[in-house]
């Protein structure tokens, strides 16, 4: 995790409440583990809920009073000394642990009122670009009437599309004239939520945009993939005007159909709730945002999560969401496996996305995303993250965008 150097008010007031409430939150599980343990072995049987008594619950009580009487101290502190401690500046560590934090707990902290939570919005340079003609003239030097819009995937921010000296919307831009702009957002939160707010983002962007615009593009990694197709979605339903200048959409290893380990994630869940005496612990699995559940199967919609339990085992519930009309796809895919069906890239595929979900193959046809293999590729021997810069995948996306594919 980046090292930060300084914070602004907000963001400290944001750590400070993390803090409390995870100080808070450890008592109780602990308090859970204690009572669980203190009513004796049963190994198949629910585990009750509920503080402890008597002495023991005293000490717990105790415990959780202070921590908060300490963390309202420490909110109205850093409140008045705000205007001494603000600082507008962003900066890469602040921006990698926001995007972080807000990737595993994006709707708590949305739903808490933490500092820490952010909006989406677009950028350049890691400055947030107002969406009105003049002042994208002001922030765009010498734009174009060709957009990239770049969506970067879980717990990341748009200044990590830089890799190993490497950026494929810069290098794009000089090799083929796009106009690069890099979405920031929370990405803890639900995908179909990041999806509207995408889609609402877009059409004012498309319609400030100070130049006539020819063509629309948009590169997207991993999670960024599925909110550009949930974008799309939300903009269709709306009618909005600016997928009519949608070309292409590339997606790079994109869990189009989930991703293993979140569902190895949820598995875990359902196991150490089985036994009281490690009830307590799937508590800490339960923790991790919204966003990050949405990948056990590639939710896009917010039918696939109203009304459910979200940490529960059941079956795929996604509706099948169709690609965009009249767009170009492309699913570029990594395995870490050197050659083509070795067991390594077949089990593992780069790490984090089988290559099946990632080129959108299915076992259902009814769920197979119609891309031609002619635009589908996969780099041998390289893992999730060297699709953000490894050569011959920057060659392949600036061949699919040139019309070479």
């Known amino acids: 995790m980046p090292r930060l150097t300084r914070l602004d008010a907000g963001d400290a007031r944001g750590f400070s409440r993390l803090a409390i409430d995870g100080v808070a939150g450890l008592t109780s599980l602990v308090e859970a583990v204690h009572r669980n343990i203190a009513l004796g072995p049963g190994i198949l049987v629910a585990p009750p809920d509920g503080p402890t008594t008597g002495a023991t619950g005293l000490v717990y009580r105790s415990i959780r009073g202070v921590t908060r009487v300490v963390g309202r101290g420490i909110d109205t502190l850093l409140a008045e000394l705000s205007p001494y401690l603000a600082d507008e500046d962003t900066g890469p560590g602040r921006d990698g642990v926001k995007a972080a934090l807000n990737g595993v707990l994006g709707d708590y902290l949305r739903v808490t009122g933490n500092p820490l939570a952010f909006s989406m919005v677009l950028r350049r340079e890691g400055k947030t670009l107002a969406l009105q003609k003049e002042t994208l003239e002001e922030a765009i030097p010498r734009p174009t009437g060709k957009l ?82 949930s974008a799309c979605h939300y903009a269709a339903e709306a009618g909005a005007r600016w997928t009519r200048k949608l070309r292409h959409l590339v997606f790079l290893g994109t869990p189009h159909h989930g991703a293993p380990l979140e569902r190895g994630g949820n598995w875990v869940n359902v196991a150490l709730g089985v036994t009281p005496y490690s009830a307590p612990f799937a508590r800490l699995g339960k923790i991790r945002g919204a966003g990050i559940t949405d990948l056990r199967h590639g939710s896009l919609l917010d039918e696939d999560w109203e009304g459910r339990d979200r940490f529960s085992h059941a079956p795929d519930p996604r509706r099948i969401v169709p690609l965009p009309e009249g767009v170009t796809c492309h699913a570029l895919a990594a395995t870490l496996g050197r050659e083509a069906g070795s067991l390594k890239g077949h089990l593992m595929g780069d790490g984090l996305v089988p290559v099946d979900s990632a080129l959108g193959r299915h076992r259902d046809p009814a769920r197979t995303l119609p891309i031609p293999e002619s635009r589908q590729w996969v780099g041998m021997g390289m893992g999730h993250m060297d699709l953000l810069s490894r050569p011959e995948v920057y060659a392949r996306i600036r061949e699919s965008l040139s019309g070479g594919k």
Do not use: K
Request: hydrophobic letters at 45%; glycine letters at 10%; aromatic letters at 8%.
């Open 148 to 229: 990239l819009v770049l969506v970067h995937g879980l717990c990341m921010n748009d200044l990590q599309w830089s890799r190993n000296g490497h950026d494929h919307g810069a290098a794009l831009a000089r090799d083929l004239g796009y106009t690069p702009v890099y979405l920031f957002y929370p990405s803890g939160l639900h995908v179909s939520i990041n999806g509207r707010a995408f889609a609402r983002l877009m059409e004012e962007l498309v319609s400030q945009w100070p130049v006539r615009l020819r063509e629309l593009s948009i590169v997207s990694h991993s999670m960024g993939g599925l909110v550009a197709r």
